[in-house]
């Protein structure tokens, strides 16, 4: 009965600890509003990694589209060349890159590059690849 009594405190702690969800106040940057994730289909799978990390902020721009709608919008991805090709769209990208950044049009984005993102991903993989 004890380890029950310490894993429902512990699940209580998470629960009530930052970063929880949080009503959405456009005056007031609290924390964390909405999650979301999509699988990649296998198509999608085989593309390159500039294209996949388009891909996410355009899914992330699309899914959360009535809390950016008209407002600038600060996007934290680990992938720096990111940065530079979403500032222009370039006449030497393949249609689809262009595509994504013509839709990303309608939002004023402002790339942020976080390596921490980078570095957490990096090292959940060593341990995923250590079990």
């Excluded at 388009?54 to 950016?68: D, Y």
């Excluded at 990111?82 to 049009?105: D, E, G, T, V, Y």
Aim: glycine share 0%.
């Amino acid at each position: 009965m004890l380890k029950h009594d310490y894993t429902l405190q512990k699940i209580k702690e998470v629960f009530t600890s930052d970063p929880v969800l949080c009503f959405y106040d456009p005056d007031w940057d609290h924390g964390p509003v909405a999650y979301a994730q999509r699988a990649l289909t296998t198509t999608e799978q085989h593309w390159f990694q500039i294209k996949i990390k388009l891909l996410t902020v355009m899914f992330s721009t699309e899914h959360f589209h009535h809390f950016i709608c008209r407002r600038e919008a600060e996007v934290e991805n680990d992938h720096k060349p990111l940065k530079m090709i979403i500032r222009k769209l370039s006449q030497n990208a393949s249609p689809r890159i262009q595509f994504m950044l013509l839709m990303l049009l309608r939002y004023k984005l402002k790339l942020k590059y976080a390596q921490a993102l980078r570095k957490t991903t990096e090292s959940s993989k060593a341990s995923n690849s250590c079990r």
